[in-house]
């Protein structure tokens, strides 16, 4: 926050506090499903996924065996990058994995950061500005796909001619659209086209390094905040949109300031940068609850997600917090 200026309250309506754990690998079929189970049991509302070719499970399978294993937890991937799959492909597989869960998908979607995966796949890695075009065109399709009737598209990326996508998604018009984003344009598109909007650092780089690090300070994520709320004021959307954020500095400790300190020593940055970012969780249950509640006044962060290490240690705040 600027020196000089009142810190302003979110703009967002206050939404129930809902909370997901992000996983990705697993040796084997059963700790997979055993940990889908425990995900539900300690009250977690969602288990995401990356969508990345490394080393993780594939997330169509994999997500649909969380869904397979549970009985009230939803799912989503964290976000599904739109080079890799064809949209209509894509719409037919969420929208199965929709009637199969008896409605119990959320639909992540990007644009697509990270340049290993093009690399090593031989997939051409366009400039952000064509990868985000195609991506709009992708989501079109997507949401096109599982509504009524027949439709056709013809585009810079895509062409449709006159295709009814079934099954149709038990969710009409279609299952909750989460986009996350660190840049401009898709944060107006996120404002514009999503019902839940993700924060994230800036990813131009294509890697998570000291580049995206700088941008998860307090006050860039406020500017972001910011735009998300003008944008989404514009389009008479505020009280649509839920505001999430992925949590990846967390530590359930009661040794704050050792945790702090040992963690800006680890990535390299200034205590204060881990003291103040959104992105970082670190201290006892009850400080945790107090500056995630904080956190949605003055974001409208209600939708937090955290990793699988933390998912035993979490869960208190998740007791505390969830629905409320």
Sequence with gaps: MRQGTVIEMSRFPVKPFRFGVQLSVS?????????????????YDIATMPDHFGDQLAPVPALQTILDSTTTLRASALVFDNDYKHPVVLAKELATMDVLSDGRVEIGLGAGWMISDYEQAGIQYDRPGVRIDRFVEGLHIIKSAMG????????????????????KPVQGPHPPVI?????????????????????????????IG????????GEVITDKVAL????????GR??????????????????RAGQVAGMAQMIGVEESMIE??????IGSPDHMIETIQARREKY??????????????????VAALAGK
Excluded: C
């Design 300 to 317: 409208g962060f209600s939708y937090v997600i955290v990793g699988p290490d933390e998912l035993e240690a979490f869960a208190p705040v």
């Design 179 to 207: 986009i996350g984003g660190g840049g401009k344009r898709v944060l107006t598109i996120a404002a514009q086209q999503a019902d839940i909007v993700g924060v994230n650092g800036s990813l131009h780089a294509g890697v």
């Design 148 to 167: 009524e009737g027949p439709f056709s598209h013809e585009g810079e990326h895509y062409a449709i001619t006159n295709y009814n996508g079934f099954p």
């Design 210 to 217: 000291p580049d995206a690090i700088a941008t998860m300070t």
């Design 238 to 255: 505020l009280e649509h949109i839920e505001m999430n954020i992925r949590t990846f500095f967390v530590s359930v400790t009661d040794d």
């Design 27 to 43: 040796p084997d079929r059963n700790h997979w499903v055993e940990q889908a189970k425990k995900i539900e049991s300690l009250g």
């Design 228 to 235: 998300v709320a003008d944008v989404a004021e514009a389009a």
């Design 276 to 281: 103040e970012s959104p992105f970082a969780l």
